[in-house]
């Protein structure tokens, strides 16, 4: 079974500051999906890495794919109140297995 | 964009009835959908995963005769939940792989999700 521990679990941060959410695992994924989930409804694609050592840009949002391709992280930069929401990693297995294993998900307060 | 549509929103039932919870893939072809079911403020439980035309494949732990799955087209899975009882009381979402007829992946492929269902039984 593959395991993605995401972390930190919550966070509450003033408006302005920065932060970074980790997600890291023992497994090899083909690729890592990140995704943004407002209470009451589904979660949204942020961000799909599928390189080793890859890094994309969403605005403020950076994410990297780690090099083993096992873990990523998300960095988000002078945080805004609507950057508020459940923050989730998932990682999708390989071939046949290509359903998504999710991180616990980083719960996300940014405070005026 | 690739749309998954997910209804009832919400649903209220008596212990001991079934709900039926449907998923459309709108605008492209689904041949497999993913079935989760998440607790407040926390991640997403993967239930089963489903496929057109054959029978769906159960996590462990998860009651194949309880949760029932039907994939009968390629834009349409349906999750039943039988004789629904107070802990089965949830948010359930669908999701579909978001690549085209064709197999070619979108510049930024990844899991479209339904808006999911919050079902409470009574």
């Known amino acids: 079974t593959q395991l993605l521990e995401q972390s930190p679990q919550f966070l509450s941060i003033q408006e302005g500051e920065n932060l970074t959410v980790y997600c890291n695992s023992s497994?090899?994924?083909?690729?890592l999906q990140w995704y943004r989930q407002e209470p009451g409804e589904g979660p949204v694609l942020l961000v799909t890495?599928?390189?080793?050592?890859e890094v994309k840009k969403l605005k403020r949002l950076t994410f990297q794919f780690g090099d083993a391709r096992k873990d990523s992280s998300l960095h988000i930069t002078a945080a805004q109140p609507g950057d508020t929401g459940l923050y989730l990693c998932?990682?999708?297995?390989?071939?046949?297995?290509?359903?998504?294993?999710f991180g616990k998900g980083t719960l996300l307060t940014v405070n005026p | 964009g690739a749309v998954v549509s997910q209804h009832p929103s919400w649903v209220i039932c008596k212990s001991g009835t079934s709900v039926k919870i449907e998923c459309r893939s709108l605008d492209f072809q689904a041949t497999t959908m993913f079935w989760y079911r998440q607790f407040p403020k926390q991640s997403l439980m993967l239930m089963a995963t489903?496929?057109?035309?054959?029978?769906?494949?159960?996590e462990q732990g998860v009651e194949k005769d309880k949760f029932l799955i039907n994939h009968a087209s390629l834009t349409l899975s349906t999750l039943t939940v039988t004789s629904a009882h107070p802990e089965d009381s949830s948010f359930y979402i669908c999701?579909?792989?978001?690549?085209?007829?064709?197999?070619?992946?979108?510049?930024?492929?990844?899991?479209?999700f339904g808006s999911g269902t919050r079902l409470t039984v009574v």
């Open positions: 890495v599928v390189t080793g050592g």
């Open positions: 998932a990682g999708e297995g390989w071939g046949s297995n290509y359903k998504l294993t």
């Open positions: 489903s496929n057109e035309g054959s029978k769906a494949t159960y």
């Open positions: 999701s579909a792989r978001s690549f085209p007829v064709g197999g070619q992946r979108m510049s930024n492929y990844g899991y479209t």
């Open positions: 497994s090899v994924f083909s690729s």
